[in-house]
Structure formats: structure tokens, C-alpha cells
């Protein structure tokens, strides 16, 4: 039986980690692959930080077998459930240091008991996920770290933003309070010296981030709730004024839309003719 791409990857950790040294061709054997497909798979545990060796006296390839974590003791729902986020919705959903996250996963994987690999691997091959399109980031890590690092040290950043109601570029010095994923795109919530109020920015649109080390926030974060600044906006902006909204949903799609939660102040009525009528009130309707 063909392996998946998870087995493979699991039995080459497995025995890297053994205290026997192999060959490409022993590994290739032992994993019924080739010798092109175990050197990808190496390449591939090197882009996420795994410190393989290669001994010249042997000719094999070996990994400290104390880099791993020891035995954990998970029962099947919490692996699979952990390796699922890991090994299928990652590399769906905009996260950020997924080669970290995968490295972890992978870390756990090779220290479960046999039975209980075997149990997630066969289950995760027959589970896919189709994530919504969501915004691209290249630079997600590098921007994540050091926003999330002026967040946690209560310090000013210094940005270059690609502003699409300025239409162009601006300068923002911000005092970044929270960062918060929604509606498939990244942002950061902080006051900005620019507009003088706390602004929403999207991750994706920082051209250039500094952090300002020594350049403290005085005032402002500590009353900062991000439950309170949304409130009840209907998505991510409040405007500061009121609207009561009300939709009707024809038959054809009114359970579609009535199993979904959009907001917390929906109320809804089912009618006689099997439409729907949705109400919300909502802050702003941006």
C-alpha cells in the first residue's frame, strides 16, 4: 500500500531517530519509496528545522534522539484532533510559523504509541479541508512576530501603510493593542498618531514595520477590551451609530442562511411561506 505523505514523513522521523545510522538506499528500502523521494523528504524536515546529520564515516543519516519530546500520553481523540490542525488545517488557513507548527505536530507524532499513530494516520487520509480564499501574506511570520512582540512589550511601532481610503501610502507611528484574525484577513488594532484614535490596519497592506524598542505606549492600553471596541459592529469597524436591519430570505435559501450565527443580536423568524425574516442591530454597516 502506498504511504501518505504524513506515514512517510513519520516513518523517515522514526528511523532517524533510531540509534542505527542509514543509508538513503536503507531508508528508501525501509519506506518502500526511492532514493529521490527519501532526499525530497529530507529537504523537507530541513525547511522546518529539523537537525538531521549526515555521517561521513557511515554513510547515514541519524537525529539526536533527545531533540524529541518524550512519550505523551494522549488518548486518540487528543491526537487526532492536535495532527488534524496540524497536518490538514494549516496549510488551509493563513496561521502564522506554520513550519514551527508543523515541527511540533511532527514532534508529538513521532512519540505517540504505534497503535495510536497508525489509528490517526489511516483516519487523516480520508480527511480533506476546503478552506475560503483568504487574503495572501508573504511576510505573515515576520510581521506577526514583531507586532506580537510590541503588543506583549507595550511599545510603539513605526509603519508604512498601503492605505486603500487614502489611496496611497502613509506613515503611522502605532500603539498596537491587539491583533485579531476575521473575515480570512489578518489585523492589528491600535491608536494611531496619524488619525489620532484607535484604528483598525490589515496585516497584509504593512509595507514596512520597526519596532520602536524604547518608545513605551503611556496611556490607553491598559483600558483597552477588544470585545468592547467592536461591540456591536457588524464586522470588524464600529461607526458609533445604530441601525436596526431587516432581511428576508427567500425559501430556497433561508435554512442556509438561518444556520449560521452572524451576529450576536439575530433574531429569527421562520414564516408560514417558508422564507425567512433575519433581524440584527448592528454598529455601523461597514
Known amino acids: 500500500m502506498k ?22 538506499d536503507e531508508l528508501a528500502k525501509h ?5 529521490r523521494t527519501v532526499f525530497r523528504d529530507l529537504k523537507e524536515l530541513e525547511a522546518v528545522g529539523v537537525p538531521f546529520k549526515f555521517n561521513s564515516d557511515t554513510g547515514g543519516y541519524t537525529i539526536d534522539p533527545e531533540y524529541f519530546l ?7 481523540q487528543e ?6 490542525l496540524v ?10 510559523f506554520k ?9 508529538i507524532e513521532n512519540n505517540l504509541p504505534d497503535e495510536i499513530r497508525r489509528y490517526c494516520n489511516a483516519t487523516l487520509a480520508n480527511i480533506s479541508i476546503r478552506a475560503d480564499s483568504h487574503a495572501p501574506m508573504d511576510l505573515l511570520d515576520n510581521i506577526f512576530a514583531r507586532l506580537q512582540k510590541a503588543v506583549r512589550k507595550r511599545v510603539l511601532v513605526k509603519m508604512v501603510y498601503n492605505s486603500v481610503f487614502d489611496g496611497k501610502e502613509i506613515a503611522i507611528r502605532l500603539s498596537p493593542y491587539h491583533i485579531m484574525y476575521n473575515n480570512r484577513a489578518w489585523y492589528v488594532i491600535g491608536h494611531s498618531s496619524l488619525h489620532k484614535e484607535v484604528r483598525t490596519f490589515k496585516l497584509n497592506r504593512i509595507k514596512e514595520l520597526t519596532v520602536l524598542a524604547h518608545a513605551g505606549i503611556r496611556s490607553g492600553r491598559a483600558g483597552f477590551d477588544v470585545h468592547d471596541y467592536l461591540g456591536m459592529a457588524w464586522s470588524m469597524i464600529p461607526e458609533g451609530r445604530m441601525y436596526n436591519v431587516k432581511l428576508r430570505f427567500l425559501p ?26 433575519v433581524e440584527f442591530r448592528v454598529d455601523g454597516l461597514g
Do not use: C, F
Request: glycine share 6%.
Open 3 to 24: 504511504l501518505s505523505r504524513i506515514s512517510r514523513v513519520v516513518r523517515l522521523l522514526t528511523l532517524l531517530q533510531s540509534e542505527h545510522s542509514y543509508s538513503p
Open 31 to 35: 519506506i518502500g519509496v526511492s532514493r
Open 70 to 76: 518524550p512519550s505523551i500520553d494522549l488518548n486518540l
Open 79 to 84: 491526537a487526532l484532533s492536535l495532527l488534524m
Open 87 to 96: 497536518h490538514k488545517a494549516s496549510g488551509h488557513l493563513p496561521l502564522p
Open 99 to 107: 513550519n514551527s507548527a508543523l515541527l511540533g505536530g511532527l514532534k
Open 252 to 277: 430556497k435559501v433561508a435554512n442556509n442562511v438561518t444556520e449560521v450565527r452572524w451576529h450576536s443580536t439575530q433574531k429569527v423568524t421562520h414564516n408560514t411561506d417558508g422564507s425567512a425574516t
